[in-house]
């Protein structure tokens, strides 16, 4: 399995810009998670997905940030507009599930909001 | 609420120091614990898990990591650094039959030659 893969790896964007974050998780996992990273804050949950219906939202930021998943391999993350403080790594990860839910992490995408 | 806490934000070693980083996690129920680590410029890979029985775990690298449910802690060890293990480490716990896994907030180990 080529594991988790998001696109893209790097993404420069002037603010107010739309910016939509891509991940295939792997097949089989029915599990998708999208991460943010950042030195202040480091890794935080920002949404999760079980069987492609949103689990819990409550790391999202706020309405400027979306996510969806509209089937088992294909999920979006969604910032619109965009803002510098924005500027981070997002991750996507995926597993099975409980109760062996190691997570599967992809490389991330570095974004740049100037 | 479950909470991860790595007290050491920052550890600087010469190479074949022994290495200890802490781990506490707050719950007291049953939990899976996990170490990540990431290496400079790529995604977290997963060093070592805890589910159940023996509580000394060996992971990859020659790493190993402790249970202790009497003091919450699941602290990772390797007797003998290499520069190539510059790294920053990540502990997460899940409880038992929950979805998610709250990460620690990771220790930045540097190793130098």
């Known amino acids: 399995d080529a594991g988790v893969i998001q696109s893209p790896r790097h993404e420069v964007t002037e603010m107010g810009q739309e910016v939509t974050l891509r991940c295939k998780p792997i097949?089989?996992?029915?599990?998708l998670f999208w991460y943010r990273q950042t030195m202040m804050r480091g890794l935080e949950l920002l949404i999760y997905f079980n069987n492609n219906v949103p689990i819990d939202d409550s790391g999202m930021p706020e309405d400027r940030f979306s996510a969806k998943m509209p089937n088992a391999s294909f999920s979006t993350l969604k910032i619109q507009p965009s803002e510098p403080r924005d500027s981070a790594v997002y991750f996507c990860?995926?597993?099975?599930?409980?109760?062996?839910?190691?997570?599967?992490f992809g490389p991330g995408t570095r974004l740049t909001v100037t | 609420a479950q909470s991860v806490s790595q007290h050491n934000h920052h550890v600087i070693l010469s190479e074949a120091a022994s290495l200890e980083l802490g781990c506490n996690y707050s719950y007291g129920g049953t939990v899976n614990l996990f170490w990540y680590v990431q290496y400079p410029g790529q995604h977290l890979q997963l060093l070592l898990k805890?589910?159940?029985?023996?509580?000394l775990v060996k992971g990859i690298k020659g790493f190993e990591a402790e249970f202790i449910k009497s003091k919450f802690s699941f602290n990772l060890r390797k007797p003998s650094v290499q520069w190539s293990d510059t790294a920053e480490y990540f502990c997460a716990a899940g409880a038992y039959n929950t979805d998610k896994l709250i990460f620690g907030t990771g220790t930045r180990l540097q190793v130098f030659p």
């Open positions: 097949s089989g996992h029915d599990y």
């Open positions: 805890y589910f159940s029985g023996d509580p």
């Open positions: 990860a995926s597993s099975l599930g409980p109760p062996l839910y190691e997570q599967y």
